[in-house]
C-alpha cells in the first residue's frame, strides 16, 4: 500500500486542553473585555523580558504604530528602516505621517547593514526602527551606538524574536522600545494580538493611553491625547498567557529543528543554510535557506518541488517594501538602490521550522531537498 503523508505546513498552532479552558473560562465568566487574562500577559511579558513595562495589543502592527506615536514621532519625520520585512514595519511609519527610509542589508543574515545607516542620516532623522528578521536579533551594540551617537531612537521590531536574547539579555529589554506580534503563526500566539516592552515609564503611559483612545484605565471619558481602540480581548489574552508558557521549551524545539535542517542541508553547492551572528541567539521564526545560481533548481522550481513532495515552504519576502506601490511613489525608489535586499528576495525561502516537526518530517525536509541535486 502507497504511504500515506500529511503535508508538512509552515506553521502549526499548538491548541492544548488548558488553552481552550483558559478560553472557555472567559466565555463563562461574561468579562470579555479588559479582564485578568490581559494583565497577567502583560506581567509575564514584563518577567519575560526583564522590562519594567510590557503592555499588550490586538496586533503587531497596533503595537509598532503605538511605539512610534510614543516616542513623538510626527509628519516630516524621518525612520530609518530595512526594506527586507513585512509590509507591517514600514506602515507603522506611514501611519504616523514619517517617511521610511530604506537602508540595505547584509548579505549574511539579511538585517540592516550597520555600515549603510549613518550615510542615510539627516536633520530630519528620528528613529532607527530595526527588524529581527527570522528570529534573529539584529547587532544591537552598533545600533545603539550609532542612535546615541546621532541623538535617534531605537525602536526594535522584534515580532518574529520573542524569546531571542543579545549578550545574554531578552530582546525586550534593548531598544528603547520593542515591539511583539503575538498574530496565529508567531513562536508565541493569541491568535491576533500584540505587544510592546519598555523600561521608559512616561512613553508607557503615553502608550496605555494611545491604545485606549487617550483614556487613563481609572479616568474614563477624559481624553489626555490622541488615542485609539488598540485593545485585545481577554479571550485572546487568554490563548497568549497560555502559550507563553511554552516559550522557553519552543524556542529550544525550534533552535533544535534548524540545526538538524541545517546537518541534513551541509555541503550542497548553491544552498547557503541560515547562520547565527554573535553574541546572541536565534529563535527561528523561520528557517530560511537561498539558493545561488549553483543550485540546479531555480528557487521557484525547489518551491513547486517540495508542495509536490507534500512540503509547505513559503518565500520571505518576494518583494522588498520599496517596489510596494504605495510606498514606491513616497519614496522614490529606482531600481538597484538597495542591491543585496533586491537580490536576496528573489533567492530565499522559508522551510517548516516549527515546534511540532519530529526528526521523520526534517528527513523527508533535507531528503527531498538533497534529491535534485
Ligand atoms: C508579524 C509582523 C508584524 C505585524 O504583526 P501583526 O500582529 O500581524 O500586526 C510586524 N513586523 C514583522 C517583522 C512581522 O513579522
Not at 518576494?318 to 543585496?340: A, M, N, Q, T
Request: aromatic share 8%.
Amino acid at each position: 500500500m502507497p504511504k500515506v503523508r500529511v503535508m508538512i505546513r509552515l506553521s502549526q498552532p499548538y491548541i492544548d486542553q488548558e488553552t481552550i479552558d483558559a478560553v472557555t473560562q472567559v466565555l463563562r465568566s461574561g468579562n470579555l473585555v479588559q479582564g485578568r487574562n490581559a494583565v497577567r500577559l502583560e506581567e509575564e511579558l514584563a518577567r519575560v523580558n526583564n522590562t519594567a513595562h510590557a503592555i499588550v495589543f490586538n496586533s503587531g502592527t497596533a503595537a509598532l504604530h503605538t511605539a512610534l506615536y510614543a516616542l513623538g514621532i510626527t509628519r516630516g519625520d524621518e525612520v530609518i528602516t530595512t526594506p527586507f520585512s513585512f509590509v507591517a514595519t514600514a506602515n507603522s511609519i506611514l501611519m504616523c505621517g514619517a517617511k521610511p527610509v530604506f537602508v540595505d542589508i547584509a548579505e549574511d543574515t539579511y538585517l540592516l547593514d550597520i555600515n549603510l545607516i549613518e550615510e542615510k542620516i539627516t536633520e530630519k532623522t528620528k528613529a532607527i526602527m530595526s527588524v529581527d528578521l527570522y528570529g534573529q536579533p539584529c547587532d544591537y551594540d552598533a545600533l545603539k551606538e550609532i542612535a546615541k551617537r546621532h541623538n535617534l531612537f531605537l525602536i526594535a521590531d522584534a515580532c518574529q524574536a520573542i524569546g531571542a536574547t543579545y549578550n545574554n539579555a531578552p530582546i525586550g529589554s534593548i531598544a528603547d522600545v520593542t515591539c511583539f506580534s503575538l498574530y496565529a503563526t508567531k513562536n508565541v500566539m493569541m491568535g491576533e494580538g500584540g505587544a510592546l516592552t519598555t523600561n521608559n515609564s512616561e512613553l508607557a503611559k503615553i502608550a496605555r493611553r494611545f491604545k485606549h483612545h487617550g483614556q487613563d484605565v481609572d479616568t474614563p471619558y477624559t481624553y489626555f491625547q490622541l488615542g485609539y481602540n488598540y485593545r485585545p480581548t481577554d479571550i485572546t489574552a487568554a490563548i497568549g498567557l497560555q502559550q507563553i508558557k511554552n516559550l522557553d521549551e519552543w524556542t529550544k524545539k525550534r533552535q533544535e529543528n534548524a540545526t538538524k535542517l541545517t546537518r541534513g542541508l551541509r555541503d550542497i553547492k548553491g544552498l547557503i543554510t541560515p547562520i547565527t551572528a554573535p553574541n546572541r541567539t536565534h529563535v527561528f521564526h523561520q528557517y530560511t535557506i537561498r539558493l545561488t545560481e549553483q543550485f540546479p533548481l531555480s528557487r521557484d522550481e525547489l518551491q513547486m518541488y517540495l508542495l509536490e513532495e507534500e512540503i509547505k515552504t513559503t518565500v520571505y519576502y518576494p518583494s522588498i517594501l520599496p517596489l510596494h506601490k504605495h510606498l514606491r511613489d513616497f519614496v522614490h525608489y529606482k531600481k538597484g538602490d538597495l542591491p543585496i535586499a533586491e537580490k536576496v528576495t528573489k533567492q530565499v525561502l522559508s522551510l517548516p521550522v516549527h515546534p511540532l516537526l519530529g526528526d521523520a518530517d526534517l528527513k523527508q525536509i533535507t531528503q527531498a531537498i538533497r534529491s535534485v541535486t
